[in-house]
Structures are given as C-alpha cells and as structure tokens.
C-alpha cells in the first residue's frame, strides 16, 4: 500500500516506539517537541508546533509541512491557498465531520500534486479515511493510546493489492456427488472479471467469478460469489486463509481481478446449502490443485483469454486463471515453512 500510517501516541514510551518500527511503522507524531525516546535515526518524526507548522524530520533531512482545521466549507480555501504557496503536504484536521469534509477535499485536490493527510481518532477510523471517495487521503495521523492498537493498525496496511495470476491448465473436470457449498454475498458490487481465490489445498487456487452476469433464469448479483465445497480454502484480505464453513457476515475477504489487482471487501452474509457438485483439477508446471464447485451454469471460472466459463462447460485442455502460493502450508489460516503432502 503507497499510503502512510502515521501514529500520535498519547504518551511515548520506548516500548511504543520498538514496537511500532518491530511493525514497518516508522512514523510518529509529537506535539511541539522531540522526545528523547524518539532519537531515534530510523524514524521519521512529525512535529507540530503551535503556529501550525510541522517539521517532518527523516534522514533526508526536514521538510517543512502545515496543518489547516477545517470546520465550514469556507476553511477549504486554506488549504487552497496553502497549495499556491507551494505545500505538498496538508495536514487536514476535520474534528467531528470526517467523512462528508474529507470528500469534499479530495475532490477539489485530485488534479493537483499535493498529498492530503488526515486526523484518525481511533484506529475504527483508518480504513474509512483511506477510501474516501475510493481514492482516499494519502495518509492518516491515527491517536494511539495502547501498544497493542499498533498491531491492529499495521494489519490495515499489511492487505494484499497484488497478486500474481496465471494460466492453469485444466486437466480432468468430474460429477462427485452431493455435498454442502458455500455462496458468499458481499456488501461490495463487484465489477466483471473479479472473483475470489478458492482451492482444495492452500498452495493452488482458482479465480471463481463474481454472479454479476445472470442468465435467462436468474437476476444478475454482482455481490455474490459461488465459492464451493465447505471444506474449500479462500484467501482472506489479510493474506490467510479460512475454509468456506467458518465465513461469517462481518469478515474480510479478498477479491482479485484477473490480471492480479487485489482488494478487501466485506462480506455481508453466507449461505451454505446442499448441491450437486463438481471437482475441477488443474495444473501450471509441476503445481498441481483442484477445487469444489456447484454444478451449475452461473458458476463461472474465468478463461485465458479473460473469458467467463460456466463450470458446466469446462473441458479439459483449456485454460483458467489461478494463483499459485509460494508457501505449500498453513497452520490456521497463516503461511508456514513445513513438509505437507496434499491430494
């Protein structure tokens, strides 16, 4: 991710400090001082002064910055007449209206070379900033009053935005029988060519598309994804995995497009029912993997050609899109170094 996290402790402490850059967080932010615990070179440390200036000191040197308290629309103009006279960075603190305020801003700046960073109250409100208006502020000044916050921050930040997507070459496609499946509804549309990574074994998985295209008999639903069997593995926002039988309404799943462009959403309800199924393998090199599917026609995998292929018309010999995983293990859902056997 390009954007900054930059944390306010309430108070500094060294252990904050240790544990922060232990998490890649190597911002801090004081109010006009420089603490002795934060002497520290690998930092880089924002200071804000009382006129409403801020010295942002790094190894490169100081850069000088300000801070502009918007309360009425008219306070825009600040930050305006702060960019003519040649600010980069605006520092942007909207108190208790965030949202409404912060779109406006990003709006008026889009065209602009300047970046905009934001007040956060409590690390809730992070992820909201960053996708104002989908664009989001550059960066977001996040109070912290506990060392353990610091963690919960950093995973905000550690979420996937890439991942590389090939061409597996499909190998045997079979009728298994009954079993339960698992349809996963979004609070997100999601847009053609993105599904979520699905598998059998947490070393292989497939790209299933999104429900958004429809059939004679069925409305388009682009928040859906047909997943597959209960036991399937899917790749969580964060990089884990959990099986399709313990999604819940509330968490965060990732979805990819077919040329890798990764993003969270969160899904809003799951439900597992009892379908025919089908088992599709597939191979890229020597990595071999299989999923479970629903057999029917608006399961759709995505082609070589960036095509959308029902699961009923899936033939040996053609191509899909998949995501091979360096890490062969899991242990809970986390990537692990390990000796495993899957099939």
Same mark, same amino acid.
Not at 43 to 61: C, D, F, H, M, V
Not at 88 to 103: G, M, N, Q
Not at 222 to 242: L, S
């Given at each position: 991710?390009?954007?900054?996290?930059?944390?306010?402790?309430?108070?500094?402490?060294?252990?904050?400090?240790?544990?922060?850059?232990?998490?890649?967080?190597?911002?801090?932010?004081?109010? =006009?001082?420089?603490?002795?615990?934060?002497?520290? *070179?690998?930092? =880089?440390?924002?200071?804000?002064?009382?006129?409403?200036?801020?010295?942002?000191? /790094?190894?490169? #040197?100081?850069?000088?910055?300000?801070? !502009? @308290?918007?309360?009425?629309?008219?306070?825009?103009?600040?930050?305006?007449?702060? %960019?003519?006279?040649?600010?980069?960075? !605006?520092?942007?603190?909207?108190? /208790?209206?965030?949202?409404?305020?912060?779109?406006?801003?990003?709006?008026?700046?889009?065209?602009?070379?300047?970046?905009?960073?934001?007040?956060?109250?409590?690390?809730?409100?992070? *992820?909201?900033?960053?996708?104002?208006?989908?664009?989001?502020?550059?960066?977001v000044v996040v109070k912290i009053k506990k060392t353990d916050e610091i963690g919960r921050l950093a995973e905000i930040?550690?979420?996937?935005?890439?991942?590389?997507?090939?061409?597996?070459?499909?190998?045997?496609?079979?009728? @298994?029988?009954?079993?339960?499946?698992?349809?996963?509804?979004? %609070?997100?549309?999601?847009?053609?060519?993105?599904?979520?990574?699905? #598998?059998?074994?947490?070393?292989?998985?497939?790209?299933?598309? =999104? *429900?958004?295209?429809?059939?004679?008999?069925?409305?388009?639903?682009?928040?859906?994804?047909?997943?597959?069997?209960?036991?399937?593995? %899917?790749?969580?926002?964060?990089?884990?995995?959990?099986?399709?039988?313990?999604? &819940?309404?509330?968490?965060?799943?990732?979805?990819?497009?077919?040329?890798?462009?990764?993003?969270?959403?969160?899904? #809003?309800? %799951?439900?597992?029912?009892?379908?025919?199924?089908? !088992?599709?393998?597939?191979?890229?090199?020597?990595?071999?993997? /299989?999923?479970?599917?629903?057999?029917?026609?608006?399961?759709?995998?995505? &082609?070589?050609? #960036?095509?959308?292929?029902?699961?009923?018309?899936?033939?040996?010999?053609?191509?899909?899109?998949?995501?091979? /995983?360096?890490?062969?293990?899991?242990?809970?859902?986390?990537?692990?170094?390990?000796?495993?056997?899957?099939?």
């Open positions: 991710m390009d954007k900054q996290v930059i944390i306010y402790p309430e108070e500094v402490s060294r252990e904050l400090v240790q544990t922060a850059v232990t998490y890649g967080i190597r911002n801090i932010y004081a109010k =006009n001082q420089l603490p002795e615990e934060l002497s520290i *070179e690998q930092l =880089n440390l924002y200071i804000e002064e009382p006129t409403g200036q801020i010295k942002i000191a /790094s190894r490169e #040197g100081v850069e000088e910055s300000i801070k !502009i @308290i918007v309360k009425e629309p008219e306070d825009i103009e600040k930050i305006l007449s702060a %960019v003519e006279k040649g600010y980069r960075k !605006i520092f942007v603190d909207t108190y /208790s209206w965030k949202i409404i305020p912060l779109e406006n801003i990003v709006a008026e700046l889009q065209k602009m070379d300047v970046k905009l960073y934001a007040y956060g109250s409590n690390v809730e409100e992070v *992820e909201s900033l960053l996708n104002v208006l989908e664009k989001g502020v550059d960066g930040f550690k979420q996937i935005r890439f991942l590389d997507i090939l061409d597996g070459e499909v190998t045997e496609v079979e009728n @298994i029988g009954v079993g339960d499946r698992a349809c996963v509804d979004t %609070v997100s549309i999601l847009d053609p060519g993105e599904g979520m990574l699905v #598998g059998n074994f947490s070393r292989f998985f497939f790209l299933i598309h =999104n *429900e958004g295209t429809g059939s004679p008999f069925t409305s388009p639903r682009p928040f859906r994804v047909n997943a597959g069997a209960v036991h399937c593995y %899917v790749m969580m926002a964060d990089g884990t995995t959990k099986y399709l039988s313990e999604l &819940s309404a509330g968490m965060r799943v990732l979805v990819t497009t077919l040329r890798g462009r990764a993003r969270p959403v969160t899904i #809003g309800r %799951v439900k597992i029912e009892r379908r025919p199924l089908k !088992i599709v393998r597939a191979r890229v090199g020597e990595a071999e993997g /299989s999923v479970i599917l629903q057999d029917a026609e608006t399961i759709r995998l995505v &082609s070589k050609d #960036g095509e959308q292929i029902s699961v009923t018309e899936l033939n040996p010999g053609e191509k899909v899109k998949v995501h091979v /995983s360096e890490q062969k293990a899991r242990h809970f859902g986390k990537a692990v170094e390990e000796f495993i056997i899957e099939r």
